[in-house]
DNA sequence: TAAGACTTTTTAAAAATTTTAAAAAGTTAT
DNA sequence: ATAACTTTTTAAAATTTTTAAAAAGTCTTA
């Protein structure tokens, strides 16, 4: 069973694949994987797509998940500030979404109106719950994927049971996870980390959140707090930080310190289009994003600011785990490009030039479907035996 | 052979081992284990050394190494400005030692000296060099293990192929590491770090190095820089590091920036015992860590404040890779319990409790012996082999 | 453009390894 | 002293991998 698992799940992200190609990666034997693969051609949860183009021999047959079957994933990508719900197949496509709900995860009601809105959202959809493989929930916090739980939230809070209460309460299986995992573990399937075993992933969003991957694994630590990059002291300011302390690299190298940097700005005077902005949008980080394509100096100026900071805190990184790569992703890669010079300076400043030349520093391809993705590989990759399980 | 190799490799570490312990620790079945067992026992390669106490039910039979067998193992431990050289037996015994022999890496003829130094070792002691399983070198520097090539030094300068030099003048299969990374290697598997997977062993010597255990393997990342701790940004004061840079942790955070501190204030007409010291001692750091277990104020004063950076430095390796435990060792640990104080203060200032609470952070207990015990170790973990070929 | 050399996948047979079950050897509590 | 329980060791069965051979193509060159 264990075997045909990993050959779905690789069939999942790969699309197509060859019985050579999976034995290789599965790291299992020929007969063994032709063998499973027999069966689940039998079982048609997947089908033969023919030949495969020639590499200069024998052309290997192709498989790939039968794209007949009517099994789909929920996702819930929750940040700070704005939740959203996606309906996907097995083909990587979204069905349905419901983006940006308004949720401040700071109100004690959050949780239960996830939990409504989720209801909503199958309902609406008419979705079969019988034909939903699992839901998977991705948010910000101290998440132990083992346990489903969220400790930073309090036990009294929602929040911090929501895998069991979304779980319970739909009778469907959840999986949740920290939500700069879940954009690294996109970045690893299907972004800018595929074939590198050593990546970082900076998930720059409201906060400012890491995921490591190492030998190709999500590395979560001793007791799953690896990555915890925005509260290393880093910052010369020493301006208090949310969390209670000082010099926290948070606190100059998020979209929300450019956000209040430029707030103040404007408060004080200076001319910014954030201003204009704001009036018809709702989400702040969006507004900030578009002042910045459009080329408004305060917000450029601004954010360049939050990208040396990242820089700085690139180069502490590059040191210490000298990784393949280091992706920066989540919402503030849409603005990569404004960020990339000034991470480019504090790097040259603050790395040994033979150390930082090893490497490769980039903006994600992904952008905004990171979360959505990673997430929903993340049922994949938890619950896909109920494919085997259904028929 | 492999898997003889891995038994061979065990016995040395543990000493005596059984054959359901030696199954369960390699992951191999008991038939397997049992097989390679008997063999070893028909070269006499090892021997059976009678039953385990009991642990409830039938009692083992253990296995050692033979004792008898008279291969050794040579190793290097060099530092910046000292080098010392042992011979060990199997029994993890040094049988002869030439300590802190004078040898200044900055100059150019270092390398060929450590070859002359070690020739006369080997001659001096009447080695036969059949009977040498292999030699082990562990330097600072960028060191790969694979090429042998240690890239702080220029292809000029005899240092950059040490292994290469000294393998071929003595016909002796050599290996080469890091010292920090050899100093991990022996907290992994005789110090601290035995039951621990994710172990970070600071090395504080003449500078501050680190070597990284993540899953229980030494970590060197893409390219074999993981853990080049000691220029990350974290310092204040902006002074100039000798890698070009400023604000590298390795300028307040090592015994020389210690006993730099400490030589300015006493030419400022500041009193200390080590002035003192260093009219009978040569060795600057000995001299400093003497006056420092004697009670010297200002050296004690100095200390702290390395010990502080430290911590700081600790801090940021907590929220990145919440790891099991971190080891203070090297030379620096025999005053760990001054450093100690400081170390805790400045996590408790930089870290978030939640994540300190997850790490315990230990002086080392095998002092000194730490750099040879992991030098030696890499030879067994490389060329254990020869014991195999030689019968 | 056809033949031979070369690649790669697939199938089949042999070898190795693991898993499972049973036996052996102790220990501990009553 | 015996029954119940543990743990190691041995033996047999089941899996898995390795190796070798066959099948199916591609590509170069005469």
Known sequence: MELKEKILTYLYYLKEQSIAGLSKSLAKSTPIVTKAINELLEQKIIVDKGLAASTGGRRAALYSLN????????????????????????????????????????????????????????????????????????????VNMNTGVN??????????????????ALDIPTVIDNDSRSVAWAEKEFGGGIDTTHTLVINLNWGVG?????????????????????????SNTNSLCSCGKRGCLEVEASLK?????????????????????????????????????????????????????????????????????????????????????????????????????????????LHKTAQQRGTTALVVEHHINRLLDAI
């Open 257 to 365: 310190s450019a956000i209040d940097q430029t707030e103040i700005a404007i408060q004080q005077g200076e001319y910014s289009i954030y201003s204009t902005l704001m009036k018809t949008m709702s989400n702040k980080s969006d507004a900030l994003i578009e002042a910045a394509k459009i080329g408004d100096q305060l917000v450029i100026y601004q954010i360049g600011k939050i990208g040396f900071m990242i820089g700085k805190g690139i180069s502490t990184l590059l040191h210490i785990l000298n990784p393949n790569k280091i992706i920066i992703s989540g919402r503030g890669a849409e603005i990569g490009n404004i960020l990339m010079p000034q991470i480019q300076n504090a790097v040259n400043e603050f790395s040994i030039p033979r150390i930082a030349r090893m490497t490769k520093i980039e903006i994600s391809t």
């Open 210 to 234: 890491l995921g490591i991957i190492i030998n190709g694994e999500i590395f979560t630590g001793a007791t799953g707090f690896a990555g915890e990059f925005s509260h290393i002291p880093l």
């Open 67 to 142: 794209e007949n079957l009517d099994n789909f994933i929920v996702s819930i990508s929750i940040d700070q500030f704005y939740t959203s719900i996606y309906l996907s197949n097995l083909q990587q496509e979204i069905l349905q979404e419901e983006i940006d709900i308004q949720l401040d995860l700071v109100d004690p009601l959050a949780g239960l109106n996830i939990l409504t809105q989720l209801k909503s959202f199958i309902e609406k959809h008419h979705i079969n719950s019988e034909k939903i493989i699992g839901i998977g929930i991705s948010m910000p916090g101290f």
């Open 151 to 168: 400790n930073s939230y309090t036990e009294e809070n929602p929040l911090h049971y929501l895998k069991k209460t979304i779980e319970t």
